[in-house]
T-cell receptor, first 110, second 109 residues
Framework: DTAVSQTPKYLVTQMGNDKSIKCEQN?????MYWYKQDSKKFLKIMFS???????INETVPNRFSPKSPDKAHLNLHINSLELGDSAVYFC?????????FGSGTRLTVV | GIQVEQSPPDLILQEGANSTLRCNFS?????LQWFHQNPWGQLINLFY???GTKQNGRLSATTVATERYSLLYISSSQTTDSGVYFC???????????FGGGTRVLVKP
């Protein structure tokens, strides 16, 4: 029933590891996003995809690579994790009537 | 890019009090949404309100697009209203949401 679902909810990993976060939406939206929320709660766009095509890439390090196998899924793969990557990552989808967010993935790099 | 500023940054309320949160934006917008981030971190959509006034229970919102601001009203606040309230705008459908810095609300019993 969840409109935008992300897995996992929590991720604790060591520096240098590679990890993925998955996102799926069942709303039939064409556009999906990844946002990052830092420790001060500031939310910033990372990527957006429209119908599997990359539309926005906001000066995110190359270690972050989004992949959209179909318009209902947008995954985020992160290589060589660094301490500064610790944050909450939100997936979202949208129509012209607004945006719906997933419940977030709290990533902690130790 | 567009700037979004929210005020006040922090708000402490006694249960039952009313309050107004403000969102100013620096350019014309296509969409404006208010979100509540609860203490568990979930971002809950409150209003999609690019213009006009909407009400949902104890919450209401007004956007005056020509003057580039929006207001969120919380009436008869409850402890469950605690959390961070975000205003976010986009300038074209399916573009990207730009968020304000949020207003952190604490409602005390």
């Amino acid at each position: 029933d969840t409109a935008v679902s992300q897995t996992p909810k929590y991720l604790v990993t060591q520096m240098g590891n590679d990890k993925s976060i998955k996102c799926e939406q069942n709303l039939g939206h064409d556009t999906m996003y990844w946002y990052k929320q830092d420790s001060k709660k500031f939310l910033k766009i990372m990527f957006s995809y429209n119908n599997k095509e990359l539309i926005i890439n906001e000066t995110v390090p190359n270690r972050f690579s989004p992949k959209s196998p179909d318009k209902a899924h947008l995954n985020l793969h992160i290589n060589s994790l660094e301490l500064g990557d610790s944050a909450v990552y939100f997936c979202a989808s949208s129509t012209r009537f607004g945006y719906t967010f997933g419940s977030g993935t709290r990533l902690t790099v130790v | 890019g567009i700037q979004v500023e929210q005020s006040p940054p922090d708000l402490i309320l006694q249960e039952g009090a009313n309050s107004t949160l403000r969102c100013n934006f620096s350019d014309s917008v296509n969409n404006l949404q208010w979100f509540h981030q609860n203490p568990w971190g979930q971002l809950i959509n409150l209003f999609y309100i690019p213009s006009g006034t909407k009400q949902n229970g104890r919450l209401s919102a007004t956007t005056v697009a020509t003057e580039r601001y929006s207001l969120l009203y919380i009436s008869s606040s409850q402890t469950t209203d605690s959390g961070v309230y975000f205003c976010a705008v986009d300038q074209a459908a399916g573009n990207k949401l730009t968020f304000g810095g949020g207003t952190r609300v604490l409602v005390k019993p």
